[in-house]
């Protein structure tokens, strides 16, 4: 598979610093994941397409959680979210 453009909503980029350091590094380690495999990563926790939308999800922690969309199919995904799971923006 080709290489993917991963960029950040600039909501989610806003909060990357406030990220906990643990969260932090493996949302980075998604991002590469991402980057390098596509917007299917089923060797994630709890990963998932949203039922009805191009949206994909997976745990990064426990309590955490990362959502995505592929935005140019095949070129571009974009981190829609990264925060806690009572917060995320499931359909």
Known sequence: MGVYKVVFKKKVERKLDTLPPKQAQ???LLVDDLGANGPVRANWPNYGKLKGTNT????????????????????????????????????
């Open 26 to 28: 493996k949302l980075s």
């Open 56 to 91: 994909h999800h997976c745990h990064i922690d426990k309590k955490w959680v990362a959502c995505w969309v592929e935005t140019q199919q095949g070129i571009q995904i974009e981190v829609t979210y990264a925060g806690s799971r009572e917060s995320a923006p499931y359909a």
